[in-house]
């Protein structure tokens, strides 16, 4: 995760341009609103983007984001929700924009012409999970990634969360079974794009 003034470099010139320079009192709310979500946001992120790069760049993107609507006084009564909105609609711009050029992950897909097939179903299959997750629901989303991609424990999610057990537990058993119905599918999709690549 950026530093604090790692943070404030990297936002602050767009900021300028298209929102103005940030009062003292904005700018320390929008520091304030970094310390509490960007570790989580940030872990989200890094799930479903292909690299740390640009899992760092879709966080400051939001962050930007966000102080605009700072600057405009926008009413935000759900912090939380507003960020994970936000930064679930930049990483959707991001694969889009891939797409028009080439899938994402095609450029090392592609870069051996005499890769294992093996390797080339292994690489579908990454990407299928990416994107079948991306089509999640943020609840969903959320329960998946901190269960099954980061390993907490069900107890600690319920603390993080807020929430009692049984509701960690449902909240797994239906992001799976989600999960599961659509991953088929996605990976069939992208199995014949690469198919027809070949």
């Known amino acids: 995760m950026m530093t604090q ?10 900021i300028i341009a298209s929102a103005g320079k940030l ?23 890094r ?17 930007i984001s966000l102080a605009r609507a700072i600057k405009q006084e926008r009413t935000i009564e759900n912090m939380r929700a507003y960020l994970y909105m936000i930064a679930k609609n930049k990483v959707k711009d991001y694969f889009r924009s891939k797409k028009r050029l080439e899938r994402p992950d095609d450029e090392y897909i592609r870069s051996d012409r005499d890769e294992s097939m093996s390797t080339k179903r292994e690489h579908a299959k990454i990407l299928a999970i990416r994107e079948t997750i991306m089509m999640l629901e943020e609840v969903h989303q959320e329960i ?49 794009e690469g198919g027809r690549d070949d």
């Open 23 to 45: 009062s003292r009192e904005e700018s320390a709310r929008l520091q304030d609103v970094y310390e509490q979500y960007a570790e989580e946001l940030g872990h989200y992120l």
């Open 5 to 14: 003034a790692d943070f404030i470099n990297e936002i602050t010139e767009p």
């Open 47 to 63: 799930h479903i983007t292909p690299s740390q790069q640009v899992a760092e760049d879709m966080l400051a993107e939001t962050f």
């Open 144 to 192: 998946l990634i901190l269960h099954d991609l980061e390993g907490y424990k069900q107890r600690e999610i319920a603390q993080r969360l807020d929430i009692p057990m049984g509701t960690v537990n449902s909240r797994i058993r239906a992001a799976r079974k989600k999960f599961i119905e659509r991953f088929q599918a996605v990976q069939a999709q992208l199995e014949t």
